[in-house]
C-alpha cells in the first residue's frame, strides 16, 4: 500500500514539474521601476512605427542584456517586437539563436513599414526584417532552411522562394505555394517564378495554365517565370498579352513591359524579334505617353539576350539611346537585388 501511495506522488510529482511553462509569461510588473513605466507606456501602442521611438530608445539604453530577453518573452506581442528591435540595435551576439527560437511567434501586430503605408505582421516576420542586413549568408541558409521546412506560412517565405537559387528541398514547399491563390496575386505568381527556375519539363502544362490567366498588375512575376525558362509553351501567352493588353489597354506607369520585352527578347528567334518589333510600332499602342521608354526596354532587352537575329534591331536602336542608358546598361534594376543569396 505504502508502495502504491509513493508511485502516485512520484507520478503526480513528475507531471508537475513536465507541466508546460507559459511561453510568454512577463508583465510589465515584472521588471524594475525604471523599466515598468515605460513598458507599461509601450504595451498599451497600437501599432508599430517605422522607426524607434524615443521610449523604445530609452528601454534600448537602460535595460540590461537580461531584461531585454526577458522583454522578448512578454505577454503583449508588440513588446516582444520592441524588445528584440533593442536587442538587435544594441548588436547582442545571441540575436540570431533567439530569431530561430521565436520563428513560431505567429502574433501579430500593425507595423508601418513607410510614413504612409503599413499592415499586419507576424511578430517572427518582423524579427526576421529587423535582422535581416546583419545576417551572415551562413545565417541566412540556416534561416531559409527553418522557415521553408517548418514555417513556411511566414510571409517571409515568399520573398525568401523568390530569391533563392533552386534547390530540391524545396521543391514541393514551392510548388504547393503555387497553387494557392490569395487576394494578393503577387504571392502565387513569385512562387510560380520560383519553380519556373527548376525548369522541370513536368511543370510546363501547371505553370502555362497559372500564366494564361495573368493578372494584372502582376504580370511582373509572368514574364520573369518566362525570361528565366523560354518555352515555346509559353509563347502564345505573349503573343496574347500583346493583342489583349498592349495593343487595347492604356500603358500602366510600372514597368511591367521592360519584363515583357525581356521575356520575349530571351526566345532568340524569328517571332520574338517579329513581336519585338511591333513594340517599336506607334500605332500599336493606344496611348504613345511611354512609347519612348518602351523604345528604351527594347535595347536592353536585346543587349541582355544578344543574338545574331537581333543585330539589325540593335544597331538601329543604339543610336537612338541617351547617355544614361548606355551608362547603365549592365546594372540590375533596383527591384531585383537580393538579399537572400
Not at 159 to 183: A, F, G, H, L
Request: net charge positive; with cysteine.
Amino acid at each position: 500500500m505504502k508502495l502504491n501511495l509513493f508511485l502516485c506522488a512520484l507520478i503526480f510529482v513528475t507531471l508537475s514539474s513536465c507541466e508546460k511553462k507559459e511561453k510568454y509569461p512577463y508583465e510589465p510588473s515584472d521588471f524594475r521601476s525604471e523599466v515598468n513605466m515605460t513598458l507599461k507606456k509601450l504595451s498599451k501602442e497600437k501599432q508599430l512605427p517605422v522607426n524607434d521611438t524615443i521610449a523604445t530608445n530609452y528601454l534600448e539604453k537602460v535595460c540590461t542584456k537580461d531584461e531585454l530577453q526577458k522583454i522578448i518573452l512578454s505577454k503583449k506581442p508588440i513588446l516582444r517586437i520592441i524588445g528584440y528591435r533593442a536587442l538587435i540595435n544594441r548588436k547582442d551576439e545571441k540575436f540570431f539563436d533567439i530569431l530561430i527560437r521565436h520563428l513560431n511567434d505567429t502574433a501579430k501586430v500593425t507595423w508601418w513599414y513607410y510614413d504612409d503605408a503599413g499592415g499586419l505582421f507576424t511578430i517572427s516576420d518582423l524579427m526576421i526584417r529587423k535582422a535581416q542586413h546583419i545576417l551572415t549568408q551562413k545565417q541566412k541558409n540556416i534561416l531559409i532552411d527553418s522557415v521553408l521546412l517548418k514555417h513556411p506560412y511566414l510571409e517571409v517565405s515568399d520573398w525568401m522562394i523568390q530569391e533563392i537559387n533552386p534547390n530540391e528541398r524545396y521543391y514541393s514547399v514551392i510548388k504547393s505555394k503555387c497553387s494557392v491563390k490569395t487576394d494578393r496575386c503577387g504571392t502565387q505568381l513569385g512562387a510560380c517564378y520560383a519553380l519556373s527556375k527548376f525548369k522541370k519539363e513536368q511543370d510546363l502544362p501547371f505553370l502555362h495554365d497559372i500564366f494564361n490567366n495573368l493578372e494584372e498588375p502582376c504580370g511582373y512575376w509572368v514574364f520573369r517565370a518566362i525570361e528565366i525558362n523560354p518555352q515555346e509553351v509559353f509563347f502564345p501567352i505573349l503573343e496574347k498579352y500583346f493583342k489583349e493588353n498592349i495593343k487595347k489597354k492604356k500603358q500602366q506607369s510600372y514597368n511591367v513591359l521592360e519584363y515583357y520585352c525581356r521575356s520575349v527578347a530571351s526566345y532568340r528567334s524569328g517571332k520574338s524579334l517579329k513581336l519585338l518589333e511591333s513594340l517599336l510600332d506607334k500605332s500599336n499602342y493606344p496611348d504613345k505617353w511611354y512609347f519612348n521608354d518602351n523604345e528604351d526596354y527594347v535595347f536592353k532587352a536585346i543587349h541582355k539576350y544578344k543574338a545574331p537575329i537581333y543585330d539589325k534591331l540593335y544597331n538601329d536602336l543604339k543610336p537612338k539611346m541617351d547617355d544614361h542608358i548606355m551608362k547603365y546598361l549592365n546594372r540590375i534594376n533596383y527591384n531585383e537585388k537580393t538579399t537572400w543569396k
